[in-house]
Each structure stands twice: as C-alpha cells, then as structure tokens.
Nanobody, 127 residues
C-alpha cells in the first residue's frame, strides 16, 4: 500500500520560511510526478507546485512562483517544499500527492489526477 507521510508544518511570522517534507513508500520505479496542494476551510483545494520524478521539471502556481521551491530526493522517495517570504494568505493545510502514470503539464495542476495523498500538515502565518 502506498503511503505518504508529511512533516514540517508549523507557525511562522510573515516573511519567514518553512520547509515541508513528504516521505513516500512504494514509489520506486513507479512515480511519475508528485505535487503539493493546499486547502483552507470554505475554499477549494488549490494547486501549489508539482515536480516530475524523472527530470525534476518544476511547475508552480502564480501565487507562489518565486517564493516557493519544490524538489525531490529520488533515492529516499522524499518530496520537499521550501517556502520563503511566507504571507498570511499562505495559511492552509498543505497536502502532498503522488501520481504513477503520465500527465500533461496542464493535468499536473488538477488534484483529481493524483492517486495518493498524505494526511496534510498545517502551515499558519501570522501578520
């Protein structure tokens, strides 16, 4: 059974930084892409960033581009999200997700195209 375990969330002041991690089991030779999404109560789940597992091609939402960096360490099946210059509007529960089949660049941004999800980790940014 594929499992994703997230960590690294917490409380931070505006302008600060956090690094999220997601360790995946059962991903060797099967992962095509992994991604980060975030959710705030009353709003739809929002795409944050994605990365392909072979060449490490990065994709970002406009709201985080230039501030967040997604990366992966294939040997340990670990996904990272480095978040810099955090703002109160970044407050949300952040989820990691995994997909084992090919996706187009557009499809990488849709939550419904991912097969496995972590439990989520809370990120809170104070003003």
């Amino acid at each position: 059974q594929v499992q994703l375990v997230e960590s690294g969330g917490g409380l931070v002041q505006a302008g600060g930084s956090l690094r999220l991690s997601c360790v995946a089991s059962g991903h060797t030779l099967t992962t095509y892409a992994m991604a980060w999404f975030r959710h705030t109560p009353g709003k739809e789940r929002e795409f944050v960033a994605a990365i392909t597992w072979d060449l490490g091609s990065e994709h970002y939402s406009d709201s985080v581009k230039g501030r967040f960096t997604i990366s992966r360490h294939s040997a340990t099946n670990t996904l990272f999200l480095l978040m810099d210059t955090l703002q109160p509007e970044d407050t949300a529960v952040y989820y990691c997700a995994s997909r084992s089949r090919l996706l187009s660049m557009v499809a990488l941004r849709r939550a419904q195209n991912y097969d496995y999800w972590g439990q989520g980790t809370q990120v809170s940014v104070s003003s």
